[in-house]
């Protein structure tokens, strides 16, 4: 399918697929289509998608890598949030955009509300003075190799989450408290993160864990919310007792 | 990169990106490492430089070669602080991981997404600078103005308005034009290299196509490639007779030579009639502890379990695949190409990796060479005194010339998916691992048959205006085969084996006629060729008495 | 919301609210109730008199069932505050396993 070349295999059966499709500039509404595909075991749905492309059937879906790195292809699959790439294609499998957002055609949808998000935030270490970095606990080299850097920013635990969507103010969502998490731990950065995280709303998360069982790389944002949420009571505790004491509170995490 | 350094320096820079940012081409994909640490005692940059020249073939630009090598390393630090960590040993160093054909481990890494990684950093940086920038628009055309560029007409993809960018110095860092084969980088169709043709830029070394000698193959939902990072960790390549057939190809380095020959050597035992099962050949890192596949190939771990395997168990059935396109804009040692104002970067130019490209030598490329690019652009653009004139006329003749690709009611001859998938599939027949006469010409009529008349049929049916992706295929075809083209008769005119390019008619390697660049430019609309031999400036071949005197393709 | 398979959590935290409202609830009709002191011994022993049936004894299985749950949870989440490693699962079917137990123990004692 598409352009990768594939082994040449006897499709084994062929399986319906149904897509929620809308053009702006022609469909007042968004309408399910019908669409049959011939199977191969381990089919993923975006090999469905290309496989539609190939048959004329152009319709608009974001993708580019094809194997769970870019975080291009987030969409509701049966109801549930993940990446196309990914998910294996079943029988009957309902395919629609992201919900928590506004459709732009199709399957894309806008999220130019979380790119401005990531300004807002100042997602990048805050150098005060130091440049260099002289030694790493193994604990953060192995977080971030399985954990930070494993996010790829899809987008889908964001859609998982019952507390946050494209409108609400008051929690940013799992992701962006993921990466919160990340440059608490990034030897340069010297803002209080912890803090940080509480002020975007991290004490809204009811820890239903959604985001940690959607995630497609395996993450739990929900546990992350938790370190951090963690580590601002044990600041504010500390502060507080050294007040009491009659010390200068702490300034850094 | 280029980007942050351009803006560095003052400049007012417009990232423009067919996709999202941080998200689009191939950087995230990147896996294995950036070749770029010498932390072993007897390591240098010279040795790097001579690693890279053997894998090349000396085809490469040697002044190219010494500027990537000598730079590699302040870069790393500098990634660190944009947000990005890299592993690290026990005491305080980064850690350093073997590749094929490097003589020492050099490249840093972080888990096995090392592009991943340094996308983040890339991104945020970009942000906190405040750099503008426009995603999901392609640019269609460059413009050149009294021999100089001066600008680029965009056409966004999420709206369908074609814009003009008027930019005195433009720097593509587009990306090869892997996807012109059947590759995993399928997004990555060369619209830098085409569009820099057109221009008047010179293109070089574009026959040289480098196959990945691993490429998830089987199970059918499988994508991707398998980092050479599972090879570097210890994997071993296994045939249908579970032999590690790499040590009879090359007893020394295995399966880390480098990926040229490793192709080859795979592709002989899958049409010996040793391959896997559905076409493949098998890979296994079973043998290695489970923890240290857990610790550093997490990834790939992953996700073959995705699909029910589960590597430390078994192997997985992978096979070469098109990669990386060695060639492309030619470019000096500032990124320069031959058009002023335009420069290139990274994988769309060429002359750094020569025929082979070794693993981990990529993310050095366009880290480098994506700074100075942006750091000389910048120079240049802020020393100009004439303003740049704005040319809406061209955004509007671009608009009509769309305009004619699109027709609802034309039955449109062609269909181009089909055309696309006919292409790709060709390319990888007569111009993959193993090349012939024959098996180019035919290509080469094809291209041609395909130039006179499949593209006035081309129609584009799909009217929409936004996100119109048929008009986006219409589009890449033009680019599409442009590079066919070149690639096809540089493959063609090279009488030899070199690299990534490996004649069946011409087996051995050839210095004396062929220690050229074949160049293609444009000159009065004609696609004209020149063949310029390469210099020793700094290194001899004569210094590698095993290399210079054997005549094999490979190092 | 969609209909979808939930991970167990996410029940976990709808119970959780759910029961907290009816708690919210039943302390409420609880005071009203026990109001019935301020009107005299007599007063207070007929409305106890008047719950002693087998209906209100349901119920009060009942709220004991959401009591322990209600508790049992929160103190789950807290110590998925306190400890964020410890697996959420786990000490989901943990409060699950111990409320029913609790509920099943407490049946002699309505009945």
């Avoid at chain 2, 010409?441 to 094809?446: D, N, P, S």
């Avoid at chain 3, 209909?3 to 029961?19: D, E, P, Q, S, V």
Wanted: proline share 5%; hydrophobic share 40%.
């Amino acid at each position: 399918m598409s352009s990768y070349l594939q082994p040449i295999t006897k499709p084994e059966a062929t399986y319906t697929i149904h897509v929620k499709r809308f053009n702006p500039e022609s469909n007042a509404q968004a309408h399910w289509e019908t669409y049959r595909i011939p199977f191969v075991r381990t089919m993923t749905v975006i090999q469905a998608l290309e496989y539609l492309w190939d048959q004329n059937t152009y319709l608009a879906f974001r993708a580019n890598c094809r194997e769970m790195t870019c975080g291009s292809c987030a969409m509701l699959i049966n109801g549930a949030p993940g990446l196309a790439c990914m998910t294996l294609l079943q029988d009957g499998s309902r395919i629609e955009p992201l919900a928590n957002y506004s459709v732009l055609k199709d399957l894309i949808v806008d999220t130019s509300g979380i790119e401005r998000k990531y300004k807002e935030l100042e997602f990048w270490p805050k150098l005060e003075g130091a440049t260099k970095i002289s030694g790493v606990p193994r604990s953060v080299l192995h977080d971030y190799s399985h954990i930070y850097s494993r996010c790829i920013e899809c987008y889908v635990c964001l859609e998982a989450c019952p507390q946050s969507d494209a409108e609400t103010t008051q929690f940013d969502g799992p992701m962006f408290m993921l990466q919160i998490a990340r440059l608490s731990k990034h030897p340069l950065d010297a803002k209080n993160r912890p803090r940080q995280a509480i002020e975007r709303g991290a004490l809204s998360c009811v820890n239903c864990y959604e985001c940690a069982s959607v995630c497609p790389v395996g993450l739990s944002p929900a546990s992350e919310i938790g370190k951090l949420r963690r580590r601002a009571f044990t600041q504010d505790f500390r502060n507080f007792w050294r007040k009491l004491v009659g010390k200068e509170p702490a300034q850094t995490p | 990169m280029a980007a942050i350094a351009a803006a560095r320096q003052g400049a007012r820079v417009l990232v423009v990106d067919k996709g999202q940012l941080g998200k689009s081409g191939c950087s995230p994909n990147a896996h294995g490492g950036i070749a770029a640490w010498y932390k072993r005692t007897q390591d240098s940059y010279e040795i790097h430089m001579h690693d890279t020249l053997l894998s090349g073939g000396f085809l490469n630009d040697q002044e190219l070669v010494r500027i990537l090598c000598q730079s590699a390393s302040r870069l790393v630090p500098q990634l660190e602080q944009f947000g990005c960590l890299f592993n690290r040993d026990p005491d305080g160093s980064y850690s350093v991981r073997n590749f094929g054909g490097h003589q020492y481990p050099r490249s840093v890494f972080c888990g096995d997404e090392t592009g991943h990684e340094m996308m983040i950093g890339l991104r945020r940086e970009i942000l906190r600078l405040g750099i503008r920038h426009l995603d999901e628009v392609m640019a269609t055309r460059l413009v050149v103005e009294n021999g100089a560029a001066a600008g680029a007409v965009c056409w966004d993809v999420a709206n369908g308005s074609f814009q003009y960018v008027k930019a005195p110095a433009i720097v593509l860092a587009t990306g090869d034009a892997a996807g012109i084969w059947p590759s995993a980088s399928e997004r990555q169709r060369g619209d830098g290299i085409a569009l820099a043709l057109e221009a008047g830029a010179e293109l070089m070394d574009m026959e040289f196509i480098q196959y990945h000698p691993t490429h998830a193959w089987w199970p059918f939902g499988v994508r991707g490639s398998v980092s050479e990072s599972f090879r570097a960790e210890g994997g071993h390549l296994l045939n249908s007779l579970g032999e590690r057939f790499m040590s009879q190809y090359d007893p020394a380095q295995k399966e880390l030579a480098t990926r040229d020959k490793v192709s080859i050597c795979i592709y002989r035992e899958i049409l010996a009639g040793r391959g896997a099962p559905h076409g493949g050949i098998y890979a296994s890192v079973a043998h290695l502890p489970a923890r240290l596949i857990e610790e550093r190939l997490p990834v790939i771990l992953q996700k073959y379990l995705n699909y029910g395997i589960d590597i430390r168990k078994g192997p997985i059935e992978i096979r070469p695949q098109p990669h990386y396109l060695n060639g492309g804009i030619k470019i000096n040692g500032n990124a320069q190409t031959s058009v002023p104002g335009l420069y290139a970067a990274g994988a769309a130019a060429g002359g750094v990796h020569g025929a082979n490209r070794l693993g981990s030598n990529s993310l050095t490329d366009i880290l480098v060479f994506g700074e100075i690019a942006g750091r000389v652009a910048a120079d240049e653009a802020l020393r100009r005194t004439k303003p740049v004139p704005e040319h809406r006329e061209f955004a509007d003749q671009e608009q009509r010339r769309v305009a004619g690709l699109m027709s609802a009611e034309k039955k449109s001859a062609v269909s181009l998916p089909a055309l696309r998938r006919k292409h790709i599939e060709m390319m990888d027949r007569h111009m993959g691992v193993l090349r012939n006469e024959s098996g180019i010409k035919t290509m080469l009529k094809e291209i041609e048959d395909t130039r006179e008349s499949c593209l006035s049929q081309i129609a584009v049916r799909d009217t929409s205006t936004k996100y119109n992706f048929e008009l986006r295929d219409a589009l890449e075809m033009f680019f599409r085969l442009t590079i066919e083209e070149i690639s096809t008769r540089g493959a063609l005119m090279r009488q030899e084996s070199r690299g990534c390019h490996f004649r069946e008619d011409f087996p051995g390697r050839d210095d004396e006629n062929w220690l050229s660049n074949i160049v293609f430019y444009k000159s009065d609309g004609e696609l004209r060729h020149e063949l310029r031999k390469v210099s020793f400036p700094s290194v001899q071949m004569k210094q590698f008495p095993e290399y210079a005197q054997s005549n094999s393709p490979w190092h | 919301m969609t209909n979808r398979n939930r991970n167990l959590g996410y029940y976990m935290w709808l119970a959780h609210r759910i029961t907290g409202i009816l708690l919210a609830v039943y302390l409420f009709a609880h005071i009203l109730t026990l109001s019935a002191a301020l009107r005299g011994a007599e007063a207070f022993n007929q409305t106890l008199r008047a719950f002693d049936n087998p209906v209100v004894r349901a119920f009060e299985l009942g709220l004991v069932a959401i009591v322990v749950f209600h508790m049992l949870n929160g103190l789950r989440l807290i110590a998925l505050d306190l400890f964020p490693s410890w697996s959420q699962e786990y000490l989901a079917f943990a409060v699950l396993l111990i409320s029913l137990g609790v509920i099943v123990i407490s049946v002699p004692f309505f009945f």
